[in-house]
């Protein structure tokens, strides 16, 4: 569902009602992407490959093991670099997860400082981290019940920030 404020397509909804979140495992060669924003948010991970992500007017080279938090205002879009592979994991969520969270972490926790940074707050994983995180994403979806997805949803959205972006300075 797009609607288009200043001619770059927003994206409405990507989520799920019952969970809160969407998670997708992202082929670029088997993608259309085009320059847009969304009304929720996103944590991707690049799982394999090195390509471009182009965010609020700056083109940024990603490689295995870039983590990016893109926040609802974010303009953006990826391509490959010269043809090689470029896949990530793509987990979608909404407000209210992201919401709850800061007010679940508290006053120490920097939510300002990664809503407010120019560009998208970005961490470099290492191979193991990466591959843990890819994997623990993809797994949400795996035979519980929504209630029980959402739960293990929100555990990991808390390990994520706390680990990765609770420093983040950009």
Same mark, same amino acid.
């Given at each position: 569902?797009? &609607?288009?404020?200043?001619?770059?397509?927003? !994206?409405?909804?990507?989520?799920?009602?019952? +969970?809160?979140?969407?998670?997708?495992?992202?082929?670029?060669? +088997? #993608?259309?992407?085009?320059? =847009?924003?969304?009304?929720?948010?996103?944590? @991707?991970?690049?799982?394999?490959? +090195?390509?471009?992500? $182009?965010?609020? %007017? &700056?083109?940024? !080279?990603?490689?295995? %093991?870039?983590?990016? @938090?893109?926040?609802?205002?974010? $303009? =953006? *879009?990826?391509?490959?670099?010269? %043809?090689?592979?470029?896949?990530?994991?793509?987990?979608?969520?909404? /407000?209210?997860?992201?919401?709850?969270?800061?007010?679940?972490?508290? #006053?120490?926790?920097? /939510?300002?400082?990664?809503?407010?940074?120019?560009?998208?707050? =970005?961490?470099?994983?290492?191979? #193991?981290?990466? *591959?843990?995180?890819?994997?623990?994403?993809?797994?949400?979806?795996?035979?519980?019940?929504?209630?029980?997805? /959402?739960?293990?949803?929100?555990?990991?959205? !808390?390990? &994520? @920030?706390?680990?990765?972006?609770?420093?983040?300075?950009?």
């Amino acid at each position: 569902d797009a &609607v288009h404020p200043g001619k770059v397509p927003y !994206i409405k909804n990507n989520v799920s009602d019952k +969970t809160g979140y969407l998670c997708r495992y992202v082929k670029m060669e +088997t #993608e259309i992407s085009a320059t =847009h924003r969304h009304q929720y948010f996103e944590i @991707f991970v690049v799982a394999k490959g +090195t390509g471009i992500h $182009i965010v609020n %007017g &700056v083109e940024q !080279i990603l490689n295995e %093991g870039d983590l990016l @938090f893109i926040r609802d205002f974010d $303009i =953006h *879009d990826y391509k490959e670099l010269d %043809g090689k592979p470029f896949e990530f994991v793509n987990l979608a969520f909404s /407000s209210e997860a992201l919401y709850s969270m800061f007010t679940y972490l508290g #006053e120490n926790f920097p /939510s300002r400082a990664l809503l407010n940074a120019k560009m998208p707050p =970005h961490a470099s994983l290492l191979p #193991e981290q990466r *591959d843990a995180l890819a994997y623990a994403m993809l797994d949400l979806d795996r035979g519980q019940n929504p209630q029980e997805r /959402s739960l293990k949803f929100r555990g990991l959205l !808390i390990s &994520v @920030f706390t680990k990765y972006f609770f420093l983040a300075e950009s």
